[in-house]
Nanobody, 114 residues
């Protein structure tokens, strides 16, 4: 299983970004996919999840209303669009096949700062 996240960077407060995660090594369409994040000194936190066909989404309380998860099963990619970013969103973002992030791959760092 390989999960490669990308799209992070430095963003100003109030800004937005779109993260991507390309999956390989398993049958992508068979799995819910999740974005999780870990801020410095904090536990892993669920950001969002999406069903295998993309018809159901779950969002963590701290990002609800600001995040949109989507997927493209044709190219084994899951996306996370986030808006109205604030410094509390600063974290390493990972994608995973489970909400606990057990098989999360290499993350992408998002830093929200002016």
């Amino acid at each position: 299983v390989q999960l490669q996240a990308s799209g992070g960077g430095l963003v100003q407060p109030g800004g937005s970004l779109r993260l991507s995660c390309v999956a390989s090594g398993f049958t992508f369409i068979n799995y819910w996919m999740w974005w999780v994040r870990q801020a410095p000194g904090k536990n892993l936190e669920i950001v969002a999840g999406i069903s295998s066909l993309g018809d159901r989404q779950n969002y963590g309380r701290s990002v609800k209303g600001r995040a949109t998860i989507s997927r493209n099963n044709a190219n084994n990619t899951v996306y996370l669009q986030m808006t109205h970013l604030n410094p509390e969103d600063t974290a390493l973002y990972y994608c995973s096949r489970d909400p606990n992030g057990v098989d999360r791959g290499q993350g992408t760092l998002v830093t929200v700062s002016s």
